[in-house]
């Protein structure tokens, strides 16, 4: 936990700063629903309910943008009473399987109608996510963890509720590569994503 509390304040550090630059920013707030894949999806099988991003962007140009990602999923999943094998080591219990990733990414997105009522988006993210894993079961934890570097495409589309204000609807697909001694399998997930998008 202490692990995901130092990265947090490290991305809202890091918002900040992008957020007090001069130009134009837009800030946009969105739920996550995240759909495991890949390595993830065979360790957690379930949907993520509990997910947030952060996105900070300059416009430097009327329909570019350009800025910081930064984001939250959880994955949860109760496997049930079986044995269960770790390291050569069969236990025998109820397991709890948790994944926290949070992805820390420069972005930019190319808007293709600016000015338009319903202004659809397509957009790339690069950089970092830390996946940390825990496996609990009855008094044994195994934390494993990483950081994967990851790239983001997203497409979406932003539908004007105001002068400075937009309903944002976007699906992301996060491809985590390969990284780490303890958690080596590509972090991956699917997720789409609700909110809104503030600013000029």
């Not at 539908?159 to 590509?186: C, P, Q």
Request: overall charge neutral; some cysteine.
């Amino acid at each position: 936990m202490k692990k995901i509390l130092l990265a947090a304040c490290v991305l809202c550090l890091g918002a900040t700063g992008l957020v007090n630059a001069q130009g134009n920013t837009v800030t946009t707030v969105t739920y996550s629903i995240a759909f495991p894949s890949a390595d993830l999806k065979d360790y957690i099988g379930k949907t993520s309910f509990r997910g947030v991003n952060l996105d900070f962007q300059k416009m430097v140009q009327d329909n570019i943008g350009v800025g910081l990602s930064v984001g939250w999923n959880v994955f949860y999943q109760d496997m049930g009473n079986a044995t269960y094998t770790i390291d050569n080591i069969s236990l025998t219990g109820k397991q709890y399987r948790y994944s926290n990733h949070i992805p820390v990414l420069m972005s930019s997105t190319f808007q293709l109608k600016p000015g338009d009522s319903m202004n659809p988006y397509v957009g790339l993210g690069a950089g970092v996510t830390y996946s940390l894993r825990n496996t609990d079961m009855n008094l044994y934890t195994l934390e494993q963890d990483a950081w994967n570097f990851t790239v983001q495409p997203a497409v979406g589309v932003l539908i004007e509720a105001s002068d400075v204000t937009r309903v944002n609807i976007s699906a992301r697909y996060n491809h985590g590569f390969k990284a780490g001694n303890e958690l080596k399998n590509a972090q991956s997930y699917f997720s789409l994503n609700l909110g809104f998008t503030f600013g000029d």
